[in-house]
T-cell receptor
Framework: DAKTTQPNSMESNEEEPVHLPCNHSTISGTDYIHWYRQLPSQGPEYVIHGLTSNVNNRMASLAIAEDRKSSTLILHRATLRDAAVYYCILRDEMNYGGSQGNLIFGKGTKLSVKP | KAGVTQTPRYLIKTRGQQVTLSCSPI?????VSWYQQTPGQGLQFLFE???????NKGNFPGRFSGRQFSNSRSEMNVSTLELGDSALYLC????????????FGPGTRLTVL
């Protein structure tokens, strides 16, 4: 399985942008990059996903490096509610079946937001 | 639409007992996956069902089993409980076979004494 590397923790100030990095040097051509987050005492929630191009939605932006070996989740204005563990996950969407078709969570990055 | 619901939310059992957890996916979703979350191992995939068929299984012993009903509701069962089975058990549903986006429930907190 392709692996991801994320910092264990990051801190941010409220209302400032946050850039959460993820390295995935062994990514394959058919791996999609997914981001999920888990707020305290809740199940994970989907944030965003992408393949090659940068992606934006109402929650965040995903910036993908040209060689796809790294990506960055961008929260444009952090709020206290954004304090959570953020997971960067690779999933082979083209070869669905077997263990490749499921979300494999790493340790994630614990984001703290200071008021 | 109502989200993914899991029952019960909390459960206390003793070693050797068995337990059944229930998951109701979002209406219209046909895929249900189960995950175990512990402080030491993090989130680990247990198994996934699509249209009543188990499609994938994680690396867990045979004591862990599941099934899916025709209405897409799913149950997982753990027999002969061990202390190490204490965990948060999460269910996720998806509308597509390719699981591009999974919706997670709040989980069932199982404590084994």
């Amino acid at each position: 399985d392709a692996k991801t590397t994320q910092p264990n923790s990051m801190e941010s100030n409220e209302e400032e942008p946050v850039h959460l990095p993820c390295n995935h040097s062994t990514i394959s051509g058919t791996d999609y990059i997914h981001w999920y987050r888990q707020l305290p005492s809740q199940g994970p929630e989907y944030v965003i996903h992408g393949l090659t191009s940068n992606v934006n939605n109402r929650m965040a932006s995903l910036a993908i490096a040209e060689d796809r070996k790294s990506s960055t989740l961008i929260l444009h204005r952090a709020t206290l509610r954004d304090a959570a563990v953020y997971y960067c996950i690779l999933r082979d969407e083209m070869n669905y079946g077997g263990s490749q078709g499921n979300l494999i969570f790493g340790k994630g990055t614990k984001l703290s937001v200071k008021p | 639409k109502a989200g993914v619901t899991q029952t019960p939310r909390y459960l206390i059992k003793t070693r050797g007992q068995q337990v059944t957890l229930s998951c109701s996916p979002i209406s219209g979703h046909r895929s249900v996956s189960w995950y175990q979350q512990t402080p030491g191992q993090g989130l680990q995939f247990l198994f996934e069902y699509f249209s009543e068929t188990q499609r994938n299984k994680g690396n867990f012993p045979g004591r862990f089993s599941g099934r899916q009903f025709s209405n897409s509701r799913s149950e997982m069962n753990v027999s002969t409980l061990e202390l190490g089975d204490s965990a948060l058990y999460l269910c996720a549903s998806s509308s597509t076979r390719r699981l591009l986006r999974q919706f997670f429930g709040p989980g069932t907190r199982l404590t084994v004494l």
